[in-house]
């Protein structure tokens, strides 16, 4: 493992959702842009993309939300709070904003793919004045599974529409069930003049991208962030 550009951070905070995620914040001023990613190494120098979760602005922490599998999230999961990680970025294009001034903004995610979505969406409403309708389509497995949740109803109030379903609804849940790509598909939103930011699994990706051109959305403003 090359030492340049290898950064050393202390985790700062551990917080745990459903399904065996948590959210990492690490106490590292990196700059980035938004929807941009880290390598994070473990002790035997292997390696994994994690993209990062929370806003440029941010300055005292990056955030990273992780589902445990095997390999590095399986070592990152054993950290606890004080813990050392070692990570390289930013790396990636990232999900632009600068270019789309006056434009909507369209994410589209499912899942832990909301990290670098979120990433973006938060810097666009810090910057609310300079986009028209900014919309979230969120993707997940049932209503446990709805990562952000609190944080997406504060969202809302400072001007995004929030559209979430789940694959597999409960007695609970009251609102959109079924795919994300499908919703997006019935749903008579204006899409003219719409960046969307897309990010999830190949097959949802794929589907998704083929609903916006299907809707006429151009294919130069569909963004993924690698």
Known sequence: MS???LRTCTVTRIVPFEDNVRLFCLDSSLPFTPGQFVTLFDEQGKSCYFALASPPSKKECIELLVKKNSGVSEYLFKKKVGDMVSLKGPLGKGFPLDPFVGKNLLFIGVGTAIA????TLITALERRSDFNRIALYFGTLTPNHVYFGEEMKEWHKKGAEIHIT???PDETWDSHSG???DI???????LHETVAYVCGMKEMVEATIKVLKERMVPESLILQNF
């Open 179 to 181: 795919f994300v790509q």
């Open 116 to 119: 670098p979505l979120r990433s």
């Open 3 to 5: 030492e340049m550009n």
């Open 184 to 190: 997006l598909s019935q749903s008579d939103d204006p």
């Open 166 to 168: 789940v694959t597999f």
